[in-house]
C-alpha cells in the first residue's frame, strides 16, 4: 500500500485547509485509515479515523467539530477537511492505513505510512 500525502499549507489562525491522501495498491487489506500529527518535541499523536466497513469514525477531542474525516471510492482518497484552525494545529500531518487489528488511536496499529505534509496555522 502506498499513501501520498498532501494540501498542507501556512494559513492564519481561524482559516480551513483540506488535506488529501492517495492510496494506492492492496486497500484491501487493511481495515481503516486515519490521520495523526507531530509537532516538533512531540510524539505522533492522533487526530481522525474511520474504518472502510463505515461503523467507525473517531476524532481526537482536540479536533472534534472542527475536523472531518472523509473518502472518495471513486479517486481513492482520503481527505482531512480542517475548519477553524488554530496555532496548535501546526504540526506535520501524516496519514495512515490499519492492519487488521490493535487499536484505532495508536501508531503501533497502523502498517502503512504516508510521507507527511506540513500544516502551519499563524496567530
Known amino acids: 500500500v502506498q499513501l501520498q500525502a498532501s494540501g498542507g499549507g501556512l494559513v492564519q489562525a481561524g482559516d480551513s485547509l483540506r488535506l488529501s491522501c492517495a492510496a494506492s495498491?492492496?486497500?484491501?487489506?487493511?481495515?481503516?485509515m486515519g490521520w495523526f500529527r507531530q509537532s516538533p518535541g512531540k510524539g505522533r499523536e492522533f487526530v481522525a479515523v474511520?474504518?472502510?466497513?463505515?461503523?467507525?469514525?473517531f476524532y481526537a477531542e482536540s479536533v472534534k467539530g472542527r475536523f472531518t474525516i472523509s473518502r472518495d471510492d471513486a479517486k481513492n482518497t482520503v481527505y482531512l477537511q480542517m475548519n477553524s484552525l488554530k496555532p496548535e494545529d501546526s504540526a506535520v500531518y501524516y496519514c495512515?492505513?490499519?492492519?487488521?487489528?490493535?487499536?484505532?488511536?495508536?501508531?503501533?496499529?497502523?502498517?502503512?505510512w504516508g510521507q507527511g505534509t506540513q500544516v502551519t496555522v499563524s496567530s
Open positions: 495512515a492505513a490499519r492492519g487488521n487489528t490493535g487499536n484505532f488511536f495508536s501508531t503501533d496499529a497502523y502498517r502503512y
Open positions: 495498491g492492496r486497500t484491501f487489506s487493511t481495515s481503516a
Open positions: 474511520f474504518s472502510w466497513s463505515g461503523i467507525n469514525t
